[in-house]
């Protein structure tokens, strides 16, 4: 079966850098396009990022735009953010996520909490 | 950006009763919108997609109806597992795609 495990979140200062990952595994990983997905303490869900199923086009919500990015290593069926320059409006769950047509969300990580807190 | 707007905010149903949710696109969708269930503490969970597509092993008391910027997602008769918190997304235009703000359906 699909399962999406993210890792990498935890405490970090503004201004600072984190890295998360999500391992996939149950499906043909390189044949899909990913996304991450966020979700603040107590708010709703706002979608963060995508690239396709190859890596060769990515695509950003505004509010992340050259502070976040989304990379992939199809070899080991690795997905990743890198978030660079935190602020306390990024304190969120993140979410790895991806469906068979790339744009609903079908299948679901549980998600790593990032908490940006001097 | 194509805004998407749910009502009500919370909706407060007795169980095995009828729970009507809206969406409203800020333009037209076309039919490209999903519907999603959030329990607390668990990720989100695909319902509904093109409007009135029920996903793999979702219960036929969901259903989902509309098109173009007016849409709606009815459960039947509501059962315990049923509360919880309601998201639609529009995926016609992107990036960016976007949710509404949410619906919470709560015990009556």
């Known amino acids: 079966q699909v399962q999406l495990v993210e890792s990498g979140g935890g405490v970090v200062q503004p201004g600072r850098s984190l890295r998360l990952s999500c391992a996939a595994s149950?499906?043909?990983?390189?044949?899909?396009?990913m996304h991450w997905v966020r979700q603040a303490p107590g708010k709703g869900l706002v979608w963060v990022a995508f690239?396709?199923?190859?890596?060769?086009?990515?695509v950003y919500a505004d509010s992340v735009k050259g502070r976040f990015t989304i990379s992939r290593d199809n070899s080991n069926n690795m997905l990743y953010l890198e978030v660079n320059s935190l602020r306390a409006e990024d304190t969120a769950v993140y979410y790895c996520?991806?469906?068979?047509?790339?744009?609903?969300?079908?299948?679901w990580g549980q998600g790593t909490l990032v908490t940006v807190s001097s | 950006e194509i805004v998407m707007t749910q009502s009500p905010a919370t909706l407060s149903v007795s169980p095995g009763e009828r729970a009507t949710l809206s969406c409203r696109a800020s333009?037209?969708?076309?039919?490209?919108l999903a519907w999603y269930q959030q329990k607390p503490g668990q990720a989100p969970r695909l319902l509904i997609y093109?409007?009135?597509t029920r996903a793999t092993g979702v219960p036929a008391r969901f259903s989902g109806s509309g098109s173009g910027t007016e849409f709606t997602l009815t459960i039947s008769s509501l059962q315990s597992e049923d509360f919880a918190v309601y998201y639609c997304?529009?995926?016609?235009?992107?990036?960016?795609?976007?949710f509404g703000g949410g619906t919470k359906v709560e015990i009556k």
């Open positions: 690239i396709w199923y190859n890596g060769d086009k990515k």
């Open positions: 996520a991806t469906g068979s047509t790339g744009e609903t969300f079908d299948f």
């Open positions: 997304q529009q995926y016609n235009n992107w990036p960016p795609l976007t």
């Open positions: 093109a409007a009135s």
């Open positions: 333009q037209s969708v076309s039919s490209n």
């Open positions: 149950g499906f043909s990983f390189s044949t899909y396009g």
